[in-house]
């Protein structure tokens, strides 16, 4: 018979996400007249935009008629797309076949797992997004799950807490061959300055390493000291590739868009580009991503697509200050929330899933655990400002009436 | 420094497609003005229907809608969009929770690889579809690649060509953890009989293995007695998952929207589900579909979708017969065409690639040569009948000009 895939045996209980649900779903069948609001998953709740809905809707319809109809597209993306990515959001500091359009983040995450193959040794922030632990040990890049630590093995884990202002002290991380690392990051909100970044390269530099720099929260940047590409910093395109997405900017979670950008420079050891076998990986097992949902992309990255982007940032980056301000006036302790739409809180004396199931019990508000993200997240709840004005305003009152630090 | 992916390393040149098309750049650098017609890969030519327009349309606009807005959908599908696959494609032979849409079959099989892992062995039809020998080659599930026999070390290829009525001798085939099947197949366009495909049951039930049933074609399956589904046999659940696709039945090859059903039946040897597993894989290294893509597969599996499709798979048929009934005329010796859109063609006394260059550059018509889909497609050619009527036509008025056999 065929034996189960060793490498997903390891995997421990379910993706975080699905997990949430679970105990969601648990509350509401005990419950079934709960008014449960989500800070939980960071899952956009405003419609497109008048101008990127307006673009889909017309695509749909030119898709009907022999001079809009388009089949297989090029793999890597509409080039139109490919050129107002490099243009509009690297200000032409990358070029725009360096730039692979995806599916969305998670799932060019996963590809460039299977790029690197199961060889490579991997670094990760402690607590970082569930999706580059779960997709390394998918690819056989780990050892067995270390149950007393709460870590696999083989996976250096790069501390990021309060204490080290959620930077790791790059000089107790061990050499490995790649380094993921998130800003704005998911789920502490914290944001790495320009020296950080050029800490992190030189870092990689001497290491010979190479960076996944995940940038899907870069719109949310607002301080204009703080970089919102790693490839602000001079030595970057040596070292580093970055995973981006539409999801939050332009509210496509469900509509599905992203890109990668890999720079000319970035060289296997043998000198072979990385960028020739991620076009290979590419073009083999993935298909391009939707031209009806490409067309969306093109409308938001145009003056006016930009401009409606910023007004939806704007909206939860108020979210943001809001839940912020009233768990600051709560007594609790809070990061992030700032140039990020997570809002890091410290549950002082209590275990982040006994944290959670009390929020949901008591208050019927979806938060995420701390410790889903990795053990340095425990102790803490990541509150998320994707929500609707008014479903945000009533949880933080709920929160206030039942949680008072 | 990081080392290269030593699975990456190990494949071939290109893949096949993006091969193709820079020999039909080379011929338009020479040649400006040809007017190159493409019989060669299989993509859609013809406008989406009106009534799938029209649904994308209205989702486009219902996207930017309070009511009409959706974020992150559920990894495996909208329940809707499973619920209609389930009862109009396999009339309830398969349970909505057995189906699990994705953004098309080629990224599926990449997924699937994935899930099974580096440890598995695998056959294939020879010839076949690239995606399945490249994926498990990346996947590091084969050996080396053997340029004398042009195969890869590990993989076993089932020879399908005339001699054998394109069904392998199963007997010689030694067992292996997985074997790719395709119905009707692509190139050859041969489809297995309901006798063919019980016989492939049977030795994947002897040697405990399991078929990848690939069905994208399965719409073009015109003659009643002929399986479009592996589900349409007994004791398909025990051993077969099936990997299927709007691309070309609904004309989605760029819209992007496929599934693969994965029976409750089908385990590894230790009793975990396959689709256990194949949950844990959607859920973390993919993030559903497109939603407005979804609501173009609910509308093409409706009564005035399906009647839709109907006439857009006549139409694509009604070239194929044009090209096959031309061919045959012209002397060759042709395979397929008729509950497929593919028409396999013999090349006597000619090398694939020769074949190929030669249509291309003396009738301006592209191709795909077979050897491209392995070892046993030398000396055919594929010609695709995904085009418009004028464009088949004229291929058809060059190739009866200057291939005269």
Chains 1, 2 share one sequence.
Not at 318 to 323: H, K, L, S, V, Y
Not at 378 to 391: A, K, L, P
């Amino acid at each position: 018979m065929v034996q189960r895939n060793r490498n997903m045996a390891r995997l421990q209980a379910g993706y975080l996400f699905p997990e949430i649900n679970r105990r969601k779903n648990a509350l509401l069948a005990r419950k079934p007249d709960a008014k449960i609001i989500s800070l939980g998953i960071g899952d956009t709740t405003q419609p497109l935009t008048p101008h990127i809905s307006k673009a889909l809707e017309n695509c749909g319809r030119a898709l009907g008629t022999a001079e809009g109809y388009s089949g297989y597209g090029a793999e890597q993306g509409n080039p139109q797309l490919r050129a107002a990515i490099a243009n509009k959001i690297y200000g032409g500091k990358v070029k725009p076949e360096e730039v692979f359009v995806s599916d969305g983040a998670k799932c060019d995450c996963g590809r460039l797992q299977l790029l690197f193959g199961p060889d490579v040794s991997v670094a990760v922030q402690d607590p970082s997004y569930p999706v580059y632990v779960d997709g390394s040990v998918i690819l056989g890049q780990t050892g067995d799950f270390d149950s007393k630590a709460q870590q696999f093995d083989g996976i250096a884990y790069m501390t990021c807490t309060p204490e080290n202002d959620f930077f790791p002290d790059l000089g107790k991380v061990p050499r490995t061959d790649l380094v993921y690392f998130c800003s704005p990051n998911n789920p502490t909100g914290a944001v790495a300055t320009r020296e950080q970044l050029a800490e992190l390269i030189e870092f990689a530099k001497s290491n010979r390493s190479i960076i996944l720099f995940d940038a899907a929260y870069s719109v949310f940047v607002q301080d204009p000291s703080l970089p919102r590409s790693i490839f602000e910093l001079d030595g970057a395109r040596e070292v580093a590739l970055e995973i981006n997405s539409f999801s939050k900017s332009a509210g496509f979670t469900g509509v599905r868009l992203g890109w990668t950008v890999v720079p000319a420079e970035l060289k296997f050891d043998d000198g072979t580009p990385v960028s020739k076998d991620w076009t290979r990986i590419v073009t083999t097992l993935f298909n391009g991503a939707s031209n009806i949902v490409q067309q969306g992309g093109l409308a938001a990255l145009d003056d006016e697509g930009l401009a409606e982007i910023r007004r939806l940032v704007s909206y939860y980056l108020e979210n943001a200050r809001i839940i912020k301000s009233a768990l600051s006036e709560m007594g609790y302790v809070t990061y992030g929330g700032e140039n990020s739409p997570y809002i890091w809180t410290r549950m002082e004396g209590k275990g982040s899933w006994e944290a959670f199931e009390e929020i949901l019990e008591t208050c019927h508000v979806v938060t995420t655990p701390g410790a889903g993200f990795g053990p340095a997240g425990e102790g803490f709840i990541r509150f998320s400002s994707f929500g609707r004005r008014g479903d945000v305003e009533e949880a933080v009152g709920r929160l206030r009436r039942t949680m008072r630090h």
